[in-house]
């Protein structure tokens, strides 16, 4: 069993999270961290085996946003085996991408019955993670397969995020991303709730609060012990950045030193280019540092401001797919670390 240093960190995340910020942060880790930007969505939207329905159908439009992308044949195998042969010379996996890249959509016939990706499945034997007593897999990934990473959640509030999303898929700034129209079910609380329930019930992640009889991290008799569950909540990254990666850097097995938070614009961020429109901002700064003000803001106060920019109609639609992500975000949010 490889010990943690070896182990691939994998941070779970949803759209606009300010998760590109913080992955930039580690990107400055060359020496020692290999960052692996957003892999999984080559396959969830592009490739033979695509969860999304945004560039579904073999209708001539479609199929040229798929060949456009240049991911038109990725698979969940493929983006795995370039994962895994990423680490170079010793340099340990970091990966930041969306849980909702790994659990199929509302929209999706799999939604409340997942089956490993056709790639996967042919080459673990057809095997979900699935047992006799166990809860069912709802990723399309095996639990073997999930067991190969240390995972850490990272969430921020829908009413900050949902209309950050949606800016991104309306004019002007969806000529950039290619993002045409908005989608709620892209939101993605969902799945990281139910990514983060499934991997506390196979103890991949533990949490005192969820068991009774933890165990520590590390390993017993070649088999790894639970992960202490780590989720960070965007407002507290804002508001303390040095806190609180000094508090993942321990929980992850990271060496932590402040320089990390200090980087170059524009420096090594070629691998920001496949989602264009969505991290100008991340790609632009040149550092991770306390917020000096934070605006506190009513609802109606928000409403408003979304009306403004968006207009009336828009504004219902972000209004409601927000309220419908809060159980989810407030769930994942009472395990939130603290510094």
């Keep these: 069993m490889a010990p943690i240093h070896d182990v691939p960190v994998f941070v779970a995340t949803h759209p606009r999270s300010c ?55 990725s698979t969940y195998k493929s983006v795995l085996d370039d994962i895994l042969n990423s680490g170079k010379e010793g340099r340990r996996i970091f990966i930041k991408d969306m849980a909702s890249y790994l659990v199929p959509p509302s929209d999706h016939p799999a939604c409340d019955n997942a089956v490993p990706a056709p790639s996967v499945s ?15 897999n709802p990723t399309v990934l095996p639990l073997s397969t999930l ?13 900050k995020a949902i209309p950050s999303y949606y800016r991104c ?13 908005f989608m709620p079910n892209e939101a993605g609380y969902r799945e ?38 780590c989720v960070i909540d965007a407002d507290d990254l804002l508001d303390n950045p040095k806190e609180v990666i000094k508090r993942f850097c321990e929980m992850t097995g990271i060496e932590f030193y402040e320089g990390m938070l200090e980087w170059g614009a524009n420096e090594g961020c070629e691998s920001f280019d496949k989602w264009k429109g969505f991290h100008e901002d991340a790609i632009g700064s040149s550092g991770l540092r306390p917020r000096t003000t934070r605006k506190v803001r009513t609802k109606e106060e928000e409403r408003q401001e979304w009306v403004e920019k968006y207009g009336e109609e828009a504004a219902g639609v972000i209004e409601r797919t927000a309220d419908e992500n809060m ?13």
């Excluded at 960052?35 to 999304?52: I, K, M, N, Q």
């Excluded at 067991?147 to 009413?159: D, G, S, T, V, Y």
């Design 19 to 73: 998760s590109t910020a913080f992955e930039r942060v580690f990107m400055t880790r060359k020496k020692d961290l290999e960052c692996v930007h957003e892999p999984f969505g080559d396959a969830f939207y592009y490739g033979p085996e695509r969860l999304s329905s945004r560039y579904e159908g073999d209708n001539e439009k479609a199929a040229q946003g798929r060949e456009a992308s240049g991911f038109s044949a």
């Design 169 to 181: 898929c309306v004019p002007p700034l969806n000529d950039m991303t290619g993002f045409k129209y």
């Design 327 to 339: 159980e989810d975000y407030e769930y994942l949010r009472q395990f939130k670390i603290t510094v």
């Design 192 to 229: 990281l709730r139910v990514l983060f329930e499934y991997l506390i019930k196979e103890k991949v992640i533990k949490h005192p609060s969820l068991e009774t009889n933890g165990v520590a991290n590390g390993e017993s008799n070649g088999v790894r012990k639970p992960y202490e569950v």
């Design 147 to 159: 067991k190969k990473f240390q995972f850490a959640f990272l969430i921020r509030n829908p009413r």
């Design 122 to 136: 042919q080459a673990s034997n057809g095997s979900n993670g699935h047992a006799v007593s166990a809860p069912k």
